[in-house]
């Protein structure tokens, strides 16, 4: 198993471009996480779902949205990208618990907005 | 919703010493305690976790002590090596503290 992969692992963007962060997982886990690093500011959850199909918003939503197709994928994206949202970005799934039970991550993808 | 504290931030030791990085949450609902490392340039991983209903948990050389009632859970490393320098986290279920940067010195 691969677990949890993402791309890509750089990207640099200017302001007000858009992108979408790709995060796939083999492990048939039900339950996928965005968060995003900040140096020094610990993990912040953007988004996650519970299922394909259903999403729902986590402590710092504001500029992203999410969708979920499938069980494999959960893809964010950035609309009018913007020098606050520099960050490195993580992908995580979980299973059975969800928030109860172990997160498996991704190596995370490296952000520049200029 | 959930608030996790954790300190210090950084913590230097020498090989050999023990360490201890200590977390306080808000939200006496939370059950679920785990901690990760995050190694340079990689995603976290998780190293051990404990459940509220025990105080204590051990694998090896780590060990992690939850009080329920003051709200705060510890991680505590014995016998440091230099591989166990990297960044340590806390979380409440899914909210994170903002980490602690363990250095091991020679």
């Known amino acids: 198993n691969a677990g949890v992969t993402q791309t890509p692992k750089f990207r640099i963007l200017k302001i007000g471009q858009s992108m979408t962060l790709q995060c796939t997982q083999d492990?048939?886990?039900?339950?996928m996480y965005w968060y995003r690093q900040d140096p020094g500011m610990g993990l912040k959850l953007i988004y996650y779902?519970?299922?394909?199909?259903?999403?729902d918003k986590g402590e710092v939503p504001n500029g992203y949205n999410v969708s979920r197709s499938t069980t494999e994928d959960f893809p964010l994206r950035l609309e009018l990208a913007a020098p606050s949202q520099t960050s490195v970005y993580f992908c995580?799934?979980?299973?059975?618990?969800?928030?109860?039970?172990?997160?498996?991550f991704g190596p995370g993808t490296r952000l520049t907005v200029l | 919703g959930e608030n996790v504290e954790q300190h210090p931030s950084t913590l230097s030791v020498q090989e050999g010493d023990s360490a201890v990085i200590k977390c306080t949450y808000s939200d006496s609902a939370s059950n679920y305690f785990p901690w990760y490392k995050q190694e340079l340039g990689k995603g976290p991983q998780l190293i051990i976790d404990?459940?509220?209903?025990?105080g204590e948990k051990k694998d090896q050389r780590i060990a992690v002590t939850l009080n329920k009632t003051a709200k705060h859970f510890s991680l505590h490393i014995t016998e440091t090596q230099p591989e166990d320098s990297a960044v340590y986290f806390c979380?409440?279920?899914?909210?994170f503290g903002t980490g602690t940067r363990l250095q091991v010195t020679l």
């Open positions: 404990i459940r509220s209903n025990v």
């Open positions: 779902s519970v299922g394909a199909g259903i999403t």
């Open positions: 995580a799934s979980s299973y059975p618990r969800g928030a109860d039970d172990e997160q498996f």
């Open positions: 979380a409440a279920s899914i909210a």
């Open positions: 492990m048939n886990h039900n339950y």
